[in-house]
């Protein structure tokens, strides 16, 4: 075990908290449809209960993709080959990298990179003990901004971008698409992307899973206004506002909101935000795609699919995709014989 410090590299965020994001925030919550961008879910609190999230039955994309890493990651560790650098987008909890870390030849380095700092810092300095022979490097930066990497250890292999968890499913899609062609270009000439991608599937099993009989995710969804009442100096009444998550079949996506049980006028940083009865803000965006669309997207953002991987029940998939563009065949492994069911069009 090393005694020395682990310190946090500055990507582009530098304060801990979203008072920085003060104007951005204010313009969401004044906007016709009102919105908060689902990164400021992520405080301690936010982090933690997200972890309870993950573990809940009704939440099957974790569990989901946990067993297909399992299942898969020999031959990930072989695509990856030798000393690979490991760089993880919205890091969280660090039980994926764990998994990847052992299993990956010699990797080199393990960059992760979220926007909860004091998370990050906390899930980076359990690993680094286990994994001497790792460059550990947590970078603190919003990866939906331009960020800097960090200086890499000499002598590495690839580049492999790590990025679990379909938080990509965050971003509408065209932002996706942007958000693909950065990582490409970072990840050249040779690099590759692991990615957890969400999939259309019957909406009674993704209402379920935002809307848990435990209630995890609306106090998920409300720590939000507890968060802005601390950090942004807001006055959320937390009793006059209800969670509600539903699921457009047509766009794919679930939308999760904040709904306004009365006419009331909240204080935000000093401005007022008034509510009509009903009125919602939108706080989070959750994307799923069928794997033909996703490879269609990746392949706009300049990779190629080289393997695509979904559970027997056609829940999740990962996908594994370099920035070559002489190997082109997409070899499914695992697909569902059910798995058309599953496509829209
Ligand atoms: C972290 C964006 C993948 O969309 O499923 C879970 C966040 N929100 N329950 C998701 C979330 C409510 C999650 N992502």
Request: glycine share 6%; hydrophobic share 40%.
């Amino acid at each position: 075990m090393s005694a020395e410090a682990l310190s946090i590299a500055t990507g582009n965020a530098t304060l801990p908290g979203i008072a920085a994001d003060r104007e951005a925030i204010l313009r969401g919550l004044r906007a016709p449809q009102k919105r908060l961008s689902p990164k400021y879910f992520y405080d301690k609190r936010g982090s933690e209960l997200f972890d309870r999230i993950c573990s809940l039955p009704e939440y099957y994309p974790t569990r989901t993709e946990l067993t297909l890493l399992t299942d898969h990651v020999d031959e990930i560790a072989t695509l990856a080959g030798e000393r690979a650098a490991v760089i993880e987008l919205g890091a969280g909890s660090n039980v994926k990298a764990r998994l990847l870390l052992d299993r990956l030849h010699a990797p080199a380095a393990y960059l992760p990179v979220d926007i909860s700092g004091e998370y990050l810092l906390e899930q980076a300095r359990s690993l680094r003990g286990d994994f001497p022979g790792v460059h550990m490097q947590p970078v603190f930066a919003d990866f939906t901004r331009a960020f800097r990497l960090p200086k890499l250890p000499a002598a590495l292999g690839r580049k492999l971008v790590f990025f679990p968890g379909s938080t990509i499913g965050n971003l509408s899609r065209h932002r996706a698409l942007r958000l693909l062609e950065t990582i490409a270009v970072a990840a050249k000439p040779s690099g590759a992307l692991l990615v957890g991608v969400d999939v259309p599937k019957d909406p009674a099993i993704l209402h379920a899973a935002y809307n848990d009989a435990e209630g995890v995710t609306a106090e998920f969804n409300l720590n939000l206004l507890t968060r802005l009442n601390r950090e942004l100096d807001a006055e959320f009444d937390l009793r006059r506002f209800e969670h509600e998550a539903v699921y457009d079949d047509e766009r794919r996506r679930i939308e999760m909101r904040l709904v306004s049980t009365t006419r009331q006028s909240v204080s935000v940083a000093g401005m007022r935000i008034d509510f009509a009865p009903r009125e919602h803000i939108i706080t989070e965006h959750s994307h799923k795609y069928a794997p033909e669309e996703f490879h269609a997207l990746a392949r706009r953002a300049g990779f190629v699919p080289e393997r695509t991987w979904i559970d027997a029940g056609g829940l999740f998939s990962i996908h594994y995709l370099t920035t070559r563009r002489e190997c082109a065949e997409v070899r499914y492994v695992s697909r569902p014989a059910s798995h058309n069911a599953t496509l829209r069009t």
